[in-house]
């Protein structure tokens, strides 16, 4: 049994947190509600005394609250801290750090790790300031329930309902159940995209942000895996539990991979390496001229395809080996043929033209395609679409002999 604090935060959907919390209860766990001020506007504390049978926290000042300082107390003994629905509101104070109530100071107290399940106007939802808190949390590790489409309770229709409630504690469960899994193994990933140099100051590049790859390697860390990130060159922040080596070319990142493959137990390559670099590199930048300019490209190495060409050569199935492919059309079943020809054990193919899809954004929209199988994802964060990837790699992987998987 874990134990669970359940923030509750002032949303319409604050009285569907009673169910999530039985659903909780439901599959083994205890919970501890935590109520914002503008929750109890929506929802009695009463209600969830009964349902969770704890005390209900409602504020750092009530009296009898302090003598342990209840909210570094709390914040030690729990496995997990749940925040459904969360307000655009508290998602802005996790982000900023912003500690005026009990559930934010708690957040920032705690280190077990933090759901998320928004609930909020569309608009809310998809405004850059709310998208960038988002991105902020889930680039530190927090994870996220989508919200769901539908009827609004302020009259809208579109994005931003809180979840199902049973989705929502069957994340929870499944996050507090699959923590560990990856324990004492190692995963290799790679992301962000690769520079080619011209020069000096110009180089061949591509729109990769780093974050699917980030997302991966996070989301393997916290599984209890050894991460190893090869990470090209992104402003955004890597992992801090990780291994970061960084490299800039494609001829670097093919170095810093294949020297690392022995010990790896699952591959997976996010990064958008250059198909191509430039054949020769100018020492000083040069001077411009009237006429145009030729380029002469030479290939780089398929870093992937070398993973999988090495494998065969061993007669080997490790390391259990990721491909993604980024496509514009048809991408399926392109997606297909670069499963053959690299010889990974299963590709995760996204129409990067899709929206909400691909290069820079925070979600993702993948197909994972094996040799006779697919899966079709929806559209999701991009921590979810690194766990769907992280599930099937660990099937393949098998158990770890001599003890649990
Ligand atoms: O970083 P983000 O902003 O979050 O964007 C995510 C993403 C769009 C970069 C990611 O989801 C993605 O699709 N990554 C793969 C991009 C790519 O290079 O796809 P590709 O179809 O060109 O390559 C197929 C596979 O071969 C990839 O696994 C790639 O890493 C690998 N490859 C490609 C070329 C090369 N020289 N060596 C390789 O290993």
Redesign the pocket.
């Known amino acids: 049994m874990a134990r669970v604090a359940l923030g509750i935060t002032g949303g319409i959907g604050a009285y569907k947190a009673v169910e999530v919390a039985r659903g909780l209860q439901k599959r083994g766990h205890d919970v501890v509600a935590v109520m914002t001020r503008n929750a109890r506007r929506f929802v009695g504390p009463v209600t969830l005394e009964a349902i969770t049978r704890h005390p209900v926290v409602t504020s750092q000042w009530t009296a009898g609250t302090n003598a342990d300082i209840e909210h570094i107390s709390l914040a030690s003994s729990i496995d997990l801290l749940l925040v459904a629905p969360a307000t655009a509101n508290i998602l802005g104070k996790f982000a900023g750090g912003i500690a005026d109530d009990f559930l934010s100071a708690l957040y920032l107290a705690t280190a077990a790790p933090v759901l998320v399940a928004p609930a909020m106007n569309s608009n809310m939802l998809e405004h850059p300031a709310v998208r960038q808190n988002i991105g902020t949390l889930e680039a530190r590790g927090v994870l996220f329930v989508e919200p769901g489409v539908g009827y609004l309770a302020c009259g809208w229709t579109g994005k931003g309902r809180l979840a199902e409630p049973d989705d929502i504690a069957e994340a929870a469960d499944r996050l507090l159940r699959g923590s560990r899994s990856l324990e004492g193994r190692r995963v290799l990933v790679?992301?962000?995209p690769t520079f080619e140099d011209l020069d000096p100051v110009r180089f061949i590049g591509n729109?990769?942000?780093?974050?699917?790859?980030f997302a991966v390697a996070r989301e393997a860390a916290r599984r209890g895996a050894l991460v190893t990130l090869v990470a090209g060159p992104t402003s955004i922040d890597p992992p801090p539990n990780a291994e970061l080596v960084r490299v800039r070319s494609?001829a670097e990142m093919h170095e810093a991979v294949m020297t690392r493959l022995e010990s790896a137990d699952i591959v997976v390559?996010?990064?958008?390496?250059?198909?191509y670099a430039p054949e020769s590199k100018d020492d000083r930048k040069p001077a411009k001229a009237d006429q145009g300019l030729t380029v002469t490209l030479r290939r780089?190495?398929?870093?992937?395809?070398g993973i999988g060409a090495w494998r065969v050569a061993r007669g080997s199935a490790r390391p259990v080996l990721v491909?993604?492919?980024?496509?514009t059309d048809d991408a399926v079943n392109k997606g297909r043929k670069?499963l053959a020809s690299?010889r990974a054990d299963f590709?995760?193919v996204?129409d990067?033209l899709e929206p909400g899809a691909?290069?820079?954004v925070e979600t993702?929209v993948v197909t994972l395609v094996g040799p006779d199988w697919e899966e079709a994802l929806p559209l999701q964060p991009?921590s979810s679409v690194a766990a769907a990837i992280l599930d099937r790699a660990e099937r393949l992987l098998g158990p770890q002999a001599g003890g649990a998987a």
């Not at 729109?207 to 790859?213: C, H, K, N, V």
């Not at 390559?269 to 198909?275: E, G, Q």
């Not at 780089?300 to 395809?305: N, S, Y």
């Open positions: 790679t992301a962000g729109r990769s942000s780093g974050r699917m790859g494609a390559m996010a990064a958008a390496v250059a198909d780089t190495p398929d870093i992937l395809a491909g993604f492919a980024a496509e670069k690299k590709v995760a996204n990067v691909g290069f820079e993702n991009k």
